[in-house]
T-cell receptor, first 118, second 112 residues
Framework: EAGVTQFPSHSVIEKGQTVTLRCDPI?????LYWYRRVMGKEIKFLLH????????ESGMPNNRFLAERTGGTYSTLKVQPAELEDSGVYFC????????????????FGNGTRLTVT | DQQVKQNSPSLSVQEGRISILNCDYT??????FLWYKKYPAEGPTFLIS?????DKNEDGRFTVFLNKSAKHLSLHIVPSQPGDSAVYFC???????????FGTGTRLKVLA
């Protein structure tokens, strides 16, 4: 079974530019999540999709961040315009089970995209 | 304010000995706790979990202990192996959600 894949693995952009990160979840996983780790700190939740719907986007830092999951398959996270504080590692994760199932199964994370804004 | 805290940023242990990684939390509503391991340039990998109805869960060399009254959990690795060298993240969630709250991680180095 292929794992969660993220593209690109690294991105270096200048302040003010736009970057789009992509995540392909494990096939069949309806639940997709974005997390971010900034400067070696804790990994923070950004948002949660169930299929193509945003279930919870309470962790999105501001309106410069836009996440989409058209068709309920892969997801993109766009940062426009990028600021210096957006630098960090962006992780995508997926799971088959969700809150409604009442079953706990751990999230499967991708290797992340390291974003550097200069 | 951080709800999940890993106060030790790093830990070194001799191969074959026990590694004990600690995690404290403040939110009494957390009901599910996990440990993830992370190697450089890779994503976090699930290691072991425990629900709040238990106080211990064991999987091979890994055991997680939960002390709800102290709001404290720990991960024991016995015996420690050089391949265990990684950053370990403690995470917690509330009410069965996948909105994990992570700690800042502890870097474990197992010396051969």
């Amino acid at each position: 079974e292929a794992g969660v894949t993220q593209f690109p693995s690294h991105s270096v952009i200048e302040k003010g530019q736009t970057v789009t990160l992509r995540c392909d979840p494990i096939s069949g996983h309806d639940n997709l999540y974005w997390y971010r780790r900034v400067m070696g700190k804790e990994i923070k939740f950004l948002l949660h999709f169930v299929k193509e719907s945003k279930q919870d986007e309470s962790g999105m830092p501001n309106n410069r961040f836009l996440a989409e999951r058209t068709g309920g398959t892969y997801s993109t996270l766009k940062v426009q315009p990028a600021e210096l504080e957006d630098s960090g590692v962006y992780f995508c994760a997926s799971s088959q089970d969700g809150h409604s199932t009442g079953r706990y199964s751990p999230l499967h994370f991708g290797n992340g995209t390291r974003l550097t804004v200069t | 304010d951080q709800q999940v805290k890993q106060n030790s940023p790093s830990l070194s242990v001799q191969e074959g000995r026990i590694s004990i990684l600690n995690c404290d939390y403040t939110n009494s509503m957390f009901d599910y706790f996990l440990w993830y391991k992370k190697y450089p340039a890779e994503g976090p990998t699930f290691l072991i979990s425990i629900s709040s109805i238990k106080d211990k869960n064991e999987d091979g060399r890994f055991t997680v202990f939960l002390n709800k009254s102290a709001k404290h959990l720990s991960l024991h690795i016995v015996p420690s192996q050089p391949g265990d060298s990684a950053v370990y993240f403690c995470a917690a969630s509330e009410d069965g959600t996948y909105k994990y709250i992570f700690g800042t991680g502890t870097r474990l180095k197992v010396l051969a």
